[in-house]
């Protein structure tokens, strides 16, 4: 998202209006992954859905290392809902991972640490694309980096994008899944308590 808009309005010489609609379709995607990941955490565990979900960022990140100036606002938006479907997958799982053996008295400092490490990251990502963009802008240039700093900072994305899928196939997952597991055959439990042999549902 930091990277996007300065690749279209700089590199390409496009409005904020034609950046902003270049952009937005990556909501769309992390709102259909969303919807499928909750389905299938329970079933494969956070483990597999994380780790494809970076493999796919690394992936995307790669396709957009090959944009030029000539690249269609288009296939932008398509490469944008892309990385979107596969940063849905990591959103979720990894925030309901994080807290799923977490003792009931400890979930309000968890999810603080949880928030403040998830914002950190978050905050380091746009200082390695800017340092990138800067060391790839020649002394003496324009002030706006040359279409090579874009690309050389989508690589290195890519690359912190495929180690940490890498290293998000090799976490344990048993207590998320075990947990998931349970309170799935606890809804399941409840509801049926509820509904009587007749079919109507007990008020």
């Keep these: 998202m930091y990277l996007g808009p300065l690749f279209l309005q700089q590199a390409q010489g496009r409005t904020a209006v034609e950046s902003g609609t270049g952009t937005f379709p990556e909501a769309f995607g992390v709102l259909l992954t969303v919807q499928v990941a909750g389905v299938l955490y329970a079933r494969v565990g956070p483990r597999v ?3 494809c979900g970076l493999a796919g960022v690394s992936a995307v990140l790669v396709l957009f290392a090959q944009c030029d100036e000539d690249t269609g606002l288009w296939t932008f938006r ?3 809902f892309l990385l979107g479907v596969a940063m849905g997958g ?3 799982p990894t925030t309901v991972a994080s807290l799923a053996d977490i003792a009931r008295g400890d979930l309000a400092q968890a999810s603080t640490l949880n928030t403040v490490v998830r914002q950190t990251g978050g905050a380091l990502a746009p200082v390695a694309v800017t340092t990138v963009l800067v060391l790839g802008t020649p002394a003496g240039a324009a002030a706006e980096p ?3 700093a874009y690309r050389s900072a989508y690589c290195v994305l890519a690359v912190i994008a495929a180690v ?3 290293f998000a196939f090799t976490l344990p997952d048993g207590p998320a899944r075990a947990a998931a ?3 799935s055959r606890n809804r399941a439990t409840r509801a049926a308590r509820n509904v009587p042999c007749d079919g109507v549902r007990k008020p």
């Design 181 to 183: 597991a349970a309170g």
């Design 78 to 80: 398509a490469y944008m």
């Design 49 to 51: 859905i994380v780790g």
């Design 146 to 148: 040359p279409l090579g």
């Design 90 to 92: 990591m959103f979720m």
């Design 164 to 166: 940490t899928a890498v």
